[in-house]
């Protein structure tokens, strides 16, 4: 069992970064890959970003590519998502999410554990 919690979310305006921050309830967690996931109103959840826990891969969503930067520290055991030059669009309640798979997975239904959610509003 891993508990997460998203942390950082809030209003920015267009054009401007936040940082958020996702810990989990392990302090050894190599075993799992983390993903960032979005959902905005009246949309389908999407993937955003994934990175390996140990081995350093990562991978984004084309929509956020050269905008968005994943990061960990294990010794935290906390993963980051570094965003910015936000975008209205990217209003959305992000969540952080743990795999057991063992490859940076892109749906929803490869992650085991998720966070509650964080509120991002971007304002034009």
């Known amino acids: 069992q891993v508990q997460l919690v998203e942390s950082g979310g809030g209003l920015v305006q267009a054009g401007g970064s936040l940082r958020l921050s996702c810990a989990a309830s392990?302090?050894?967690?190599?075993?799992?890959?983390m993903g960032w996931f979005r959902q905005a109103p009246g949309k389908e959840r999407e993937f955003v970003a994934a990175?390996?826990?140990?081995?350093?891969?990562?991978y984004y969503a084309d929509s956020v590519k050269g905008r968005f930067t994943i990061s960990r520290d294990n010794a935290k055991n906390t993963v980051y998502l570094q965003m910015n030059s936000l975008k209205p669009e990217d209003t959305a309640v992000y969540y952080c999410?743990?795999?057991?798979?063992?490859?940076?997975?892109?749906?929803?239904?490869?992650?085991?554990?998720w966070g509650q959610g964080t509120q991002v509003t971007v304002s034009s």
């Open positions: 999410a743990a795999s057991g798979l063992g490859y940076l997975a892109v749906s929803s239904n490869e992650y085991d554990y």
């Open positions: 990175i390996s826990w140990s081995g350093g891969s990562t």
């Open positions: 392990r302090r050894t967690f190599s075993s799992y890959d």
